[in-house]
T-cell receptor
Framework: DTGVSQDPRHKITKRGQNVTFRCDPI?????LYWYRQTLGQGPEFLTY????????KSRLLSDRFSAERPKGSFSTLEIQRTEQGDSAMYLC?????????????FGPGTRLTVL | AQSVTQLDSQVPVFEEAPVELRCNYS??????LFWYVQYPNQGLQLLLK??????LVKGINGFEAEFNKSQTSFHLRKPSVHISDTAEYFC????????????FGRGTQLTVWP
């Protein structure tokens, strides 16, 4: 098991462009989370999937953001019409639901820079 | 909403000295607590977690933390740090909902000097 992987690791884009990030969770993990981390802050929750169902979205996830997990395996996070305020590290985590307090395993993150 | 407060944004310490990184949470309901470490250009790695039972929790790399319900604290400690412990440390809480989302503190940058 190679852990949670994310692609790309870095993305530089111009304001107004669309970007898409991919997350591959640990195989057989049914839960998948997206977090955003800005400089000097801890990760903030964006959205959560259980299998292919998106069960919760944060208020941070504006209409320009969309996430999918079509087959309950990998997930994509798309940002449309990027803004400079979208510049951040986007973290993906996965876990296997075994009751409450289950450990989440994090990927290395995708660092987005919007010029 | 659940909030996690890390009282120190930066903690400098000399090698082989003891260290304590402070974390307080605000909640009157059951909560599960975690400490994660983030090395440069890497994802978060779990150090330890408190779910229930003994209030003293031991983790990897010689770290331990003590859950104190009356003070709503979950401070992280290590008796003797190494230069390799230099990293960002995050305290996080799970309120015990079925969703399992984590609420993170702002992080504490631990810098160990030779």
């Amino acid at each position: 098991d190679t852990g949670v992987s994310q692609d790309p690791r870095h993305k530089i884009t111009k304001r107004g462009q669309n970007v898409t990030f991919r997350c591959d969770p640990i195989s057989e993990h049914n839960r998948l989370y997206w977090y955003r981390q800005t400089l000097g802050q801890g990760p903030e929750f964006l959205t959560y999937f259980q299998n292919e169902a998106q069960l919760e979205k944060s208020r941070l996830l504006s209409d320009r953001f969309s996430a999918e997990r079509p087959k309950g395996s990998f997930s994509t996070l798309e940002i449309q019409r990027t803004e400079q305020g979208d510049s951040a590290m986007y973290l993906c985590a996965s876990s296997l639901s075994r009751g409450q307090g289950t450990e989440q395993f994090f990927g290395p993150g995708t660092r987005l820079t919007v010029l | 909403a659940q909030s996690v407060t890390q009282l120190d944004s930066q903690v400098p310490v000399f090698e082989e000295a003891p260290v304590e990184l402070r974390c307080n949470y605000s909640s009157s309901v059951s909560v599960y607590l975690f400490w994660y470490v983030q090395y440069p250009n890497q994802g978060l790695q779990l150090l330890l977690k408190y779910l229930s039972g003994s209030t003293l929790v031991k983790g990897i790399n010689g770290f331990e933390a003590e859950f104190n319900k009356s003070q709503t604290s979950f401070h992280l400690r290590k008796p003797s740090v190494h230069i390799s412990d230099t990293a960002e440390y995050f305290c996080a809480a799970d309120r015990g909902s079925t969703l399992g989302r984590l609420y993170f503190g702002r992080g504490t940058q631990l810098t160990v000097w030779p």
